[in-house]
């Protein structure tokens, strides 16, 4: 784990909170949680900025989070390498993951960075029949609303097209960034000129 992302990490812990880029899950082990993550790494996945999952806090009914830390035996349950390549397997294309454990006040944390900058949605690439926030299925894109309390979502077409417009959005964005490092493009220059369309006689049919 790099640390940059541990320290992004860090402080989530330090003043817990969710959003549409961060998720945070109960102190269990790897092998009860792992479906969860893989659906909620779906959804990150899809944002234009990275997401972030922090194992070892828990929500409580008020609104507020609980730092529990992960036990000797959770957090030894986690392996980054079995982590990367679960959650792996059920994305295409792939995905940049960064799982690591860390540790914050006398507390062991189990955190995961999802980074994503394609032109195109991630898709889940198999699926699990779980219920709930534990099923997965084959070919579905997930996603994360903005709200006070996001959860991971199967989009419908209206949001496909939303995610679809975003992505290609911010590949043009990506692409240019790179050619204004690279200097083939002056960073303040202005698009090409276009060449402004012939005038069209609507009742006639034809150009001008």
């Not at 082990?29 to 790494?41: G, T």
């Not at 006040?105 to 898709?123: A, K, Q």
């Not at 219920?131 to 006070?148: H, L, N, T």
Request: with cysteine; charged share 25%; glycine share 8%.
């Amino acid at each position: 784990m790099t640390r940059d992302t541990q320290e992004a990490l860090e402080r989530v812990v330090a003043n817990p909170f969710e959003s549409q880029s961060v998720d945070l899950k109960g102190a269990e082990e790897w092998d009860s949680i792992k479906y969860k993550l893989a659906r909620c790494s779906l959804g990150l996945a899809n944002l234009p900025d990275d997401g972030l999952i922090v194992i070892g806090i828990v929500d409580l009914a008020d609104g507020k989070f609980h730092r529990q830390g992960l036990s000797a035996t959770q957090a030894t349950s986690f392996h980054p390498d079995t982590v990367c390549d679960f959650l792996a397997s059920y994305m295409t294309p792939a995905v940049d993951l960064e799982p690591g454990e860390f540790n914050h006040d006398g507390l062991t944390y189990f955190g995961i960075r999802i980074g994503y900058h394609g032109h195109r949605p991630v898709v889940a690439s198999k699926s699990y029949s779980g219920v709930g926030q534990d099923s997965i299925e084959k070919g579905a894109i997930y996603y994360r609303p903005i709200g006070e309390k996001p959860q991971t979502r199967k989009a419908q077409p209206v949001d496909i097209e939303a995610l679809i417009r975003e992505h290609i959005e911010f590949g043009v964005a990506h692409e240019v960034r790179q050619l204004q490092r690279l200097r083939i493009i002056d960073a303040y220059s202005p698009g090409p000129s276009i060449p402004p369309e012939e005038p069209y006689e609507v009742e006639r049919g034809e150009f001008a």
